[in-house]
């Protein structure tokens, strides 16, 4: 029997695919509403919701390649001010969540702390550059400037 997985089956296949399944085995998925049969309605239903699907991942892709080239633009950079030593180095240091709230506070970008990708943090004075993975084909840099307070 054909079937359309509406879930993740562990083994068997990943939601919106189309397999053909032994009877018994369709019919277990179809009654645990994980499968659908997959008759002519079913499909094109399927097919909308893929073209859906791809519609809006496209305008997502869009949005991170608008904010890479706002990001990358010389005319964005991130003052953060510390306290620091004689030598340039910072008591404490600048990580990513406050990196990530002063962009927000003076760009009013708001991204996520997680998607910069800050090895260890800050710790000298100076310019950085950030990287930032805005979205998995599209990565930017964030250029910080950690100034003495």
Avoid: C, W
């Amino acid at each position: 029997m054909k079937i359309i997985f509406t879930e993740d089956v562990r083994g068997k296949g990943r939601r919106g695919e189309v397999k053909d399944l032994p009877d018994g085995y369709a019919n277990f998925l179809i009654k645990q509403n994980k499968a659908k049969q997959a008759n002519a309605q079913a499909m094109s239903e399927l097919k909308g919701q893929k073209r859906a699907e791809a519609k809006k991942e496209a305008e997502i892709l869009e949005e991170a390649k608008e904010l890479k080239k706002l990001l990358e633009s010389g005319e964005r950079v991130v003052e953060l001010k510390a306290k620091a030593g004689a030598d340039g180095r910072l008591f404490g240091s600048i990580t990513s969540k406050q990196i990530s709230q002063a962009l927000e506070k003076q760009f009013g970008m708001k991204i996520d702390k997680r998607k910069m990708e800050l090895h260890e943090p800050i710790r000298t004075m100076g310019y950085v550059n950030v990287p930032v993975k805005l979205h998995n084909e599209v990565s930017a840099k964030i250029r910080v400037h950690v100034s003495e307070q």
